[in-house]
């Protein structure tokens, strides 16, 4: 669903809203086979971590009940796999990623965890959700919310598909407000994070648009806001490592 005329960001560039998704989708393209290593080396392993604290968030039901998790933009897996070791046999997760690269990783890493029977992949865009209304238990997406072009019609679309008194989770890098630390994490991400991404993938400029995209991201009391008009109850957030990521929730009641 294309808004004729407007714009949006593209890290501190500004573009047609409609070319968005074509700029994103060859950032990821580009990385994909080098992501989760990028990951590591970016934040020192503490990706692991801020992962965790989601799925200790989640906490899927440890027993044979069924429960049905819709992770987006979780083209490699793994909140899912992850999600996937903490709960019981009646748990199963279908991944939804618009890149078809991440969709191939994150296949691959199923197959030698064997998951394969417990987590799907899917290709599909984050605005135009293909499944049924009511249909999941339970909806993450970590560190790509600030990646889709209509960020209100992802939330919507999130809203739509969860059953009432489920609950939707958002990983997201944030606001680093700690005085000292912003100053550092500001160089760290500019100085060091491309030339990293170069030297891993042979691609800086994607990783470029990564540490601009953190800036161009509403700050957390503004995506909150942004959840509850997408029709979500008890939003809350809390903020992880000084403020470099929060985890958003919302219930839909």
């Not at 499944?131 to 019609?153: C, E, H, K, M, W």
């Not at 100053?183 to 800086?204: E, Q």
Request: include cysteine; proline fraction near 5%; aromatic fraction near 10%.
């Amino acid at each position: 669903m294309d808004r004729p005329g407007e714009t949006t960001h593209f890290g501190f560039r500004d573009v047609p809203l409609g070319d968005k998704q074509t700029l994103v989708n060859d950032v990821f393209h580009s990385v994909a086979s080098r992501y989760d290593l990028m990951n590591d080396l970016m934040s020192g392993g503490l990706h692991r971590v801020w992962k965790d604290i989601m799925i200790n968030a989640l906490d899927p039901p440890r027993s044979d009940r069924p429960f049905a998790l819709l992770d987006v933009a979780g083209g490699t897996g793994d909140i899912s796999f992850r999600a996937a070791k903490a709960a019981g046999s009646g748990f199963h997760a279908t991944v939804c990623d618009i890149n078809t690269d991440m969709l191939a990783v994150g296949r691959e890493r199923a197959m030698k965890r064997h998951l394969e029977t417990r987590v799907d992949f899917v290709e599909g865009n984050a605005e135009t959700l293909a499944f049924a209304d009511r249909s999941f238990d339970a909806y993450t997406i970590a560190f790509g919310i600030r990646n889709v072009p209509q960020i209100d019609l992802a939330l919507r679309e999130a809203y739509r598909v969860l059953k009432p008194g489920s609950r939707f989770l958002c990983l997201e890098f944030s606001t680093v407000e700690m005085p000292g630390l912003d100053r550092l994490y500001d160089l760290f991400s500019f100085k060091v994070i491309p030339p990293l991404g170069r030297m891993v993938t042979g691609d800086a400029e994607s990783y470029q648009y990564l540490v601009e995209s953190i800036r161009k991201f509403p700050k957390p009391g503004v995506f909150a806001d942004m959840i509850r008009d997408a029709g979500f109850s008890r939003v809350s957030w809390q903020t992880l490592s000084g403020g470099i990521v929060a985890l958003h929730s919302g219930w839909r009641l």
